[in-house]
């Protein structure tokens, strides 16, 4: 009788121990579904920051037309450059001039004077020149802004807020998965530190703000549509006031 039971008690806890490692095994088994690639928290938006190089600081860019509020007919305005400084060279390194009109993508010029047809409405211009990589040149010279209007038209009211004009990267632009972003701007009638402003830059919900000139460079997109905005804030992260204070381009990234 004793036997019997010895012999059952062995069977019954040589059947324990086979649910227990049955039971730790699908419970491994589970852990191991739940880290599907798709559950996978995407990485985040990387943003670097990158101090350009001064070139051409002496350059100057002077606009002899239109002048400043000057009024324009409907249809063709002329626009005269003068530069200084800088090696332009007429429709040989491609498009050395460029121009923003009322906030838009900048439009590339390789001559200094030419005509546009522009509708009716009020203006503002902002050119500048570029280095070798097509970055915009900054400094106080390399770039000159103009109000003027066309037709029956009022001017933009009259203000000594700081803008910036963005010239990296322009609305509906592609880039490569593994191909980094610049973002490249000029600041107009102010200076951040010592007007106590900043830079934030956002892609989608993510952003970086710092208080430099140059530019930020942003890695590790993925794959699609997606809105970036340069706009100017103050040092509690409150956007500027302004018609131009804030810039959003939608970009496209190929996989």
């Known amino acids: 009788m004793k036997k019997i039971n010895c012999f059952v008690l062995l069977l019954f806890s040589g059947f324990l121990l086979f649910s227990c490692d049955t039971e730790t095994k699908k419970e491994e088994g ?6 599907t690639p798709e559950d ?6 990387k943003f670097r920051y990158e101090l350009q190089e001064v070139a051409y600081p002496d350059a100057m860019l002077e606009l002899y037309s239109p002048l400043e509020n000057e009024a324009f007919e409907k249809g063709s305005v002329p626009f005269e450059f003068n530069i200084k400084n800088y090696p332009f060279e007429h429709g040989v390194k491609g498009f050395q ?3 923003i009109i009322n906030g838009n993508d900048p439009i590339g010029y390789n001559m200094p004077i030419f005509r546009k047809e522009l509708e ?4 503002k211009v902002l050119a500048y020149l ?3 990589k097509g970055l915009a040149l900054k400094e106080y010279g390399n770039y000159v802004e103009r109000d003027f209007t066309v037709g029956d038209s009022k001017p933009f009211p009259e203000s000594e807020d700081p803008y910036i004009g963005v010239n990296l990267p322009q609305n509906g632009q592609e880039f490569d998965l593994d191909e980094e972003v610049i973002v490249d701007f000029i600041l107009v009638g102010g200076d951040l530190k010592e007007d106590q402003l ?3 830059v956002r892609v989608d919900e993510q952003e970086y703000t710092f208080q430099e000139l140059g530019q930020v460079k942003i890695s590790n997109l993925p794959k699609g549509e997606h809105k970036v905005s340069v706009a100017l804030v103050d040092e509690e992260g409150n956007e500027v006031p302004g018609v131009f204070s804030k810039s959003i381009k939608q970009i496209m990234v190929n996989g």
């Not at 996978?40 to 938006?45: A, L």
């Not at 009716?120 to 203006?123: A, D, F, H, K």
């Open 30 to 35: 589970d852990q191991t579904n739940e880290e």
């Open 40 to 45: 996978k928290v995407q990485e985040n938006v």
């Open 97 to 99: 001039l460029q121009m």
């Open 120 to 123: 009716t409405g009020s203006y």
């Open 130 to 132: 570029v280095d070798e």
């Open 198 to 200: 900043q830079i934030r």
